[in-house]
């Protein structure tokens, strides 16, 4: 039997994946096993290949901080009936 021990990466602390192929089957078997969806990307730092939890093609569309909603305000013209 051969166990594959993973090493980490020294900047993200993930598991480091030599080929893109290895870390797609462990993405795969996490889907399998644990209903986690995982992303491969390929590091900067450390050359090899880590898995993600975020999609990394939606991971930079986030909303910036002044497009967020407003909390509407109370309809203008609102005028209290009298009796
Ligand atoms: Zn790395």
């Known amino acids: 039997m051969h166990y594959f021990t993973p090493k ?12 893109k ?3 797609q089957y462990a993405a795969d078997q996490s889907l ?3 209903g986690a969806e995982l992303w491969v990307y ?4 450390c050359g090899t290949w880590h898995l993600t939890h975020r999609d990394p093609s ?3 569309a986030h ?9 509407r305000s109370r309809k203008k013209g609102y ?3 009298r009796r």
């Open 21 to 23: 192929a290895q870390a």
């Open 63 to 71: 909303t910036p901080l002044n497009q967020q909603l407003k909390p």
């Open 42 to 45: 390929r590091c900067e730092f």
């Open 58 to 60: 939606t991971s930079y």
């Open 79 to 81: 005028k209290p009936r």
């Open 32 to 34: 399998i096993e644990r």
């Open 8 to 19: 980490r990466c020294a900047t993200s602390n993930k598991i480091m994946y030599h080929d």
